[in-house]
C-alpha cells in the first residue's frame, strides 16, 4: 500500500461547509475560523463565494472576508460560479478561483437546467479571463461517483468534463464525492484512470460523509497516488441540491489518520480539536 | 488495490456488543436478535460467554441461549476465557469456542496481574480439551496494535501469542484493536506479517470504531488477504477495561461497503437496516 510522507490538507468548511447554513453567522465569526485554521497550520482554505447574496446569503460578506483573507497574506479559494462572480473575485484580488461542473447530466439538467457541454462552453471565458488575471484555477468535478437522480455516474461522463478542464488549463481538478456514494474501490478505479489519462495534472479527493466511507475513500484515493484532499473542520456542510448528504470528512478525522500513518500535513491535530466545536456552534446540522 | 469476491462476517453483538451492558437484557430479547441475525443471512455469531454471572451479567443465560442456538442449527461461538468455562460449553454442546490473550504485557499485568505468558500456558489444557471435544477453537489476540496503558504495542508482542496459539493449534486467530488505536497503516504492515508467517492459518480482523478508522481499517486488511471480520449490528459494544473504546464496526455499514465493492457477504443489507435499531434499542451506549 502507498502512504505518501506528505499530504495536502485544503480546508473548506468556511465556504463549503457554512455556505447552506439557514441562520446567519457574522463576518466576525468567520473570520475568527478562518484565523484559528490559519494557526493551526492550515495552508489552503476555501473562504468565499461570489455568489448572489438573495440564494446564497451566508457568502454576502464574501468581499470583506477576500480582505481579510488577503491581509492575513493567505493562499485562499473563492467559487465563482460565472463571469459575474469572477470579475468581483478579481476586483477583490483573490488569488485562487474554484468552479464546478457536476459530471451527471440528470445532475445537471434538474439543477440548473442545462447540458453538461452547455455549462463547459460557458466555462471558457472565465478560465481566460481568470488565466489573464494570474489566478490559480482549482476545476471540481461534481457528483464524480454516484448521483441521487441517475445512480451510477459513469467513468465517460467525469472524463468528458476532465477533458474540457485540462484543455482549458486548470491548475488542479477536484473530483467531488459531493452526496458520498463512493466506495473505495470505485475510488481507486476512478483516480487511477485519471492519473493515467492525465499524468502532470494534480487531482484533489473531495469526500462526504454521508455513508461513514469518507475515510476508506481517502485511503483508497492514496493507493491511486492522490495526496491532496478537500476537508471540513467539523465536518461541517452538505450539499443543498443533493438529498441526505451529510458534510465533508471532518478536518480533525483527516489529519489524525494522516498523522497515524506518518503522512505528513502540517496542520496541529491539538488545534484541530479546540477549533471544531467553535467551528460546529455555527452550524445547526452537525 | 485487492478486493476478494468474497468476505465472511462474524456478527459479534450478542456478545462483544451486550455483554457489558449495565441494564437486564431479556433471554427473549436476545433469541430475538439472533433470529434476526440469522434471517439477514449471517452465518456466524458470536451469542454466549460462560463467564461468572457475578461478573458478567448479562451473560447468566449463557446455557439457554447455547440451547436455543443449538435448536437453529446454528454456526455460533461462545466465549471461554477458562477452563471451568470450556466445561460448561462442552455441556452444552457448544461448536465453537473464543479464547482471549491481549498481547500487550502492560494490560494484562493491569487487569489480569498476569504475564501474558503464564496466560498461554493456562490456554494449554483449554486447546487440549476443547480439541478432544472436536470444536473450533477462534483465539483473539487483543489489544494488538495499541494498548491504553503502553501505547503501541509491538509486532513482537503480538507474533508471542500468535506462535503459541498456532502451536497449540487455533482454527482461526483473531486479531482485535480491541480500543480502536489501530489505522490503515498499521493493519495493512501487521496482517502482512501474520499472513507471511502464517500462510495457512485464517486470520479475523476485529476492529473497533473509536477513532471513526474501522471501515478504513477493513480496507487496509483486504489489501493484505484477510479476508474475515469481525462486526457488531447497530455498533454495539466497546471495552470494559479499554476507556474510551466504543464499539465495533457496524455490522450494517460494513455489509453496506462490501456490497458496494461487489464483496459478497450473503447477508442482506435492507434486514439489517431494520434490525439495528431494536438492537441500539438493547443498549445504553450506542
Not at 27 to 52: C, D, M, P, Q, Y
Not at 162 to 170: I, K, T, W
Request: charged share 20%; proline share 5%.
Amino acid at each position: 500500500m502507498i502512504f505518501p510522507k506528505e499530504v495536502e490538507i485544503i480546508e473548506v468548511g468556511p465556504r463549503d461547509g457554512l455556505q447552506n447554513e439557514p441562520g446567519t453567522i457574522s463576518t466576525e465569526n468567520k473570520k475568527e475560523l478562518i484565523t484559528s485554521l490559519v494557526n493551526s497550520g492550515i495552508k489552503r482554505i476555501e473562504t468565499a463565494a461570489f455568489v448572489h447574496p438573495k440564494w446564497v446569503p451566508q457568502m454576502a460578506d464574501s468581499e470583506e472576508i477576500a480582505q481579510f483573507c488577503n491581509e492575513l497574506g493567505l493562499e485562499y479559494i473563492a467559487l465563482t460560479p460565472n463571469l459575474r462572480a469572477l470579475e468581483r473575485a478579481i476586483l477583490s484580488k483573490v488569488p485562487q478561483i474554484a468552479v464546478f461542473i457536476g459530471a451527471s447530466s440528470a445532475f445537471n439538467k434538474k439543477n440548473i437546467n442545462k447540458e453538461t457541454s452547455e455549462s463547459l462552453i460557458e466555462c471558457e471565458p472565465m478560465f481566460k479571463l481568470a488565466k489573464e488575471n494570474g489566478m490559480f484555477i482549482r476545476a471540481y468535478v461534481s457528483m464524480a461517483f454516484t448521483c441521487p437522480y441517475e445512480g451510477a455516474v459513469s467513468f465517460d461522463e467525469v472524463k468528458f468534463v476532465c477533458d474540457r478542464f485540462v484543455q482549458l488549463g486548470a491548475d488542479e481538478i477536484d473530483i467531488g464525492d459531493t452526496n458520498g456514494g463512493a466506495n473505495p474501490k470505485l475510488v481507486y478505479e476512478r483516480f487511477s484512470r485519471l492519473k493515467d489519462l492525465y499524468p502532470d495534472i494534480p487531482f484533489v479527493g473531495h469526500f462526504h460523509d454521508s455513508n461513514h466511507l469518507a475515510l476508506a475513500n481517502v485511503v483508497a484515493a492514496l493507493q491511486a497516488g492522490v495526496t491532496k484532499f478537500d476537508s471540513s473542520i467539523g465536518g461541517l456542510g452538505g450539499c443543498p441540491y443533493s438529498p441526505g448528504a451529510t458534510g465533508n470528512v471532518a478536518t480533525e478525522r483527516l489529519v489524525n489518520m494522516l498523522s497515524q500513518m506518518d503522512c505528513e500535513t502540517g496542520i496541529n491535530y491539538e488545534k484541530l480539536l479546540k477549533i471544531a466545536p467553535f467551528a460546529k456552534s455555527l452550524s445547526t446540522k452537525v
